[in-house]
Nanobody, 118 residues
């Protein structure tokens, strides 16, 4: 069964940095566009960044210039480097594919908690 496991979260002061990792099992990882999402308390899950199988990236405006998404296909892993963190970046971070007709390729992993204190 294909699984996603996120790691690297933690408690950090505003202005600090964290690097998140998402390890995926299965041979289809290398052909999939992968993405990082986050869910703040009381809010819906939202897209943060995505990266194509060829390495083309996109980050949403709220994290542009601060977050960088990357991937290592040899390790079936996608990363999210987060710099200049703000309290509003607090939430549970997940990785997955982009949705297709409302469905995601992988089952959601447990996510990793990021808490930014002011």
């Amino acid at each position: 069964q294909v699984q996603l496991v996120e790691s690297g979260g933690g408690l950090v002061q505003a202005g600090g940095s964290l690097r998140l990792s998402c390890a995926a099992s299965g041979s289809t990882f290398t052909i999939k566009t992968m993405a990082w999402y986050r869910q703040a308390p009381g809010k819906q899950r939202e897209l943060v960044a995505r990266i194509s199988s060829e390495g083309a990236t996109m980050t949403v405006n709220s994290v542009k210039g601060r977050f960088t998404i990357s991937r290592d296909n040899a390790k079936n892993t996608v990363y999210l480097q987060m710099n200049s963190l703000k309290p509003e970046d607090t939430g549970v971070y997940y990785c997955n594919s982009l949705p297709s007709f409302g469905s995601y390729f992988y089952s959601w992993g447990p996510g990793t908690q990021v808490t930014v204190s002011s």
